[in-house]
C-alpha cells in the first residue's frame, strides 16, 4: 500500500463524526481528491463493490501470505451492505485493520460493523483465540461457558490441573441446559505448564461492558439495543475471559496490536494506526520465533557425549592437561 493512500485513510477516519446530516464524515475531502471517494447513502450496494474494486490491490497486499485474498474479499462484499452510510475512508481504514491481521470478516474471527458514521473492524474471541495461538507461546487456549446445569469446581489452593473441573451436562439439549453462570479461559503454554484460569461471573462481565464499552454506552444512550453487549452477549462474555487472560501469558506483537485496535474502535479513532505494518510484523515475528527458539534450546537436555570405540570396547577419555585450572579455562 502507498505511503500517500495510507496516510490520505488515517486523515480521514480521523475526521470522526458526520459534518452534516445524511453527510459521511470526510465528504468534503473526498470531492477534492484527498482522500478515498465512495458512493453517497443513496447509492447502490453495487456501486459500493465497485468503489471497492478500486483498492483491492492494497488490500490485498494488506493481507498475510497465508489469506487468500479471493475469500477475503468476498467476505468483505458480503458486509457491504450492513456499512451504508459510514464514512468512505473509514470503510477502508477498517477493511485494510482487518487484513493486517488475517482474520476473514465473516463473524467467525472478526467482523465489519457500523458504529454511528464509522465502520469499525471488531475481532471476536475466536480471532483473539487464532492470535494466541500465532504467537507461538501457547499449544492450546480454552474458553468456554459454564450453564446451571453443569458440573464445576475451582479449588485456586490446589495445583494445577486438578484445581479445576467443567464437567458440561450434554444429556440434555443445549436449551435445556439452564443460565449460564460463568466464562472461562485458560492456556497450556509451550513446556507443559497450564496458564491460570480467567472465571468470570455474569456481574463481572455486566461490570466489564458498563464501565468499558463505549459502544455499549453509546448504544443504551441512544436507546437502540444494537451494540455487540446487547446482540451477542455470550461471545461478548467470552471475549472479555480472553482479554484478560492474554494479560497473563507471554505476548506477541501482534496480540498487543489487535487489543489496541479494539481499543481505537471503542474510541472511534482510525484502527490502522494501531494494526501491524505486514512487513514489520514479519521480521517482528521472526526476532519472536527466534527468541522463542533460542530460549527453548535452553531447555533441552543435552545428548549423550559420543566418543570413538575401538574394537568392541569403550575408549577411555583423554587425560585433560592443566587439572582443575584447565578445567576452569573451558567453563
Not at 445524511?22 to 482522500?35: D, I, K, S, Y
Not at 482487518?98 to 454511528?116: H, K, M, N, Q, Y
Not at 451494540?227 to 472479555?240: A, G, I, N, V, Y
Request: hydrophobic share 40%.
Amino acid at each position: 500500500m502507498s505511503t500517500d493512500l495510507l496516510a490520505r485513510v488515517r486523515a480521514a477516519s480521523a475526521a470522526g463524526t458526520p459534518s452534516g446530516a445524511g453527510r459521511p464524515a470526510g465528504a468534503e475531502e473526498a470531492a477534492t481528491g484527498n482522500v478515498p471517494t465512495a458512493p453517497g447513502n443513496a447509492e447502490t450496494v453495487e456501486a459500493l463493490h465497485t468503489w471497492l474494486t478500486r483498492y483491492e490491490g492494497h488490500i490485498a497486499r494488506r493481507l498475510p501470505s497465508h489469506v487468500e485474498a479471493g475469500a477475503f474479499l468476498a467476505a468483505v462484499r458480503d458486509r457491504l451492505p450492513a456499512l451504508e452510510g459510514c464514512s468512505p475512508a473509514s470503510i477502508l481504514d477498517a477493511v485494510l485493520a482487518c487484513a493486517s491481521f488475517g482474520f476473514i470478516p465473516d463473524g467467525r474471527e472478526a467482523v465489519l460493523t457500523r458504529d454511528g458514521a464509522l465502520a469499525t473492524f471488531i475481532p471476536t474471541y475466536r480471532g483473539y483465540v487464532k492470535a494466541m495461538h500465532n504467537s507461538g507461546f501457547v499449544t492450546s487456549v480454552r474458553v468456554e461457558m459454564v450453564y446451571a446445569g453443569d458440573e464445576f469446581t475451582y479449588e485456586p489452593t490446589r495445583p494445577a490441573p486438578d484445581d479445576f473441573v467443567h464437567r458440561p451436562n450434554l444429556d440434555v439439549p443445549k436449551d435445556k441446559r439452564g443460565e449460564p453462570r460463568f466464562a472461562y479461559a485458560f492456556a497450556w503454554l509451550r513446556g507443559g505448564d497450564r496458564s491460570q484460569p480467567i472465571i468470570l461471573s455474569s456481574e463481572d462481565a455486566d461490570e466489564i461492558r458498563d464501565l468499558y464499552s463505549k459502544a455499549y454506552q453509546r448504544a443504551r444512550d441512544a436507546g437502540t439495543d444494537d451494540s455487540f453487549w446487547h446482540t451477542h452477549r455470550l461471545d461478548m462474555w467470552r471475549k472479555s475471559a480472553i482479554r484478560r487472560l492474554y494479560k497473563l501469558v507471554p505476548t506477541s506483537a501482534e496480540m498487543r496490536a489487535l487489543e489496541a485496535v479494539e481499543e481505537a474502535a471503542e474510541a472511534g479513532r482510525p484502527q490502522l494506526d494501531h494494526a501491524p505494518d505486514p512487513e514489520a510484523a514479519a521480521l517482528v515475528a521472526e526476532a519472536e520465533r527466534a527468541a522463542r527458539a533460542a530460549e527453548g534450546s535452553q531447555d533441552v537436555p543435552s545428548g549423550t557425549l559420543k566418543v570413538k570405540a575401538k574394537g568392541r570396547g569403550r575408549s577411555k577419555p583423554k587425560k585433560q592437561r592443566g587439572g582443575r585450572r584447565g578445567a576452569r579455562g573451558r567453563a
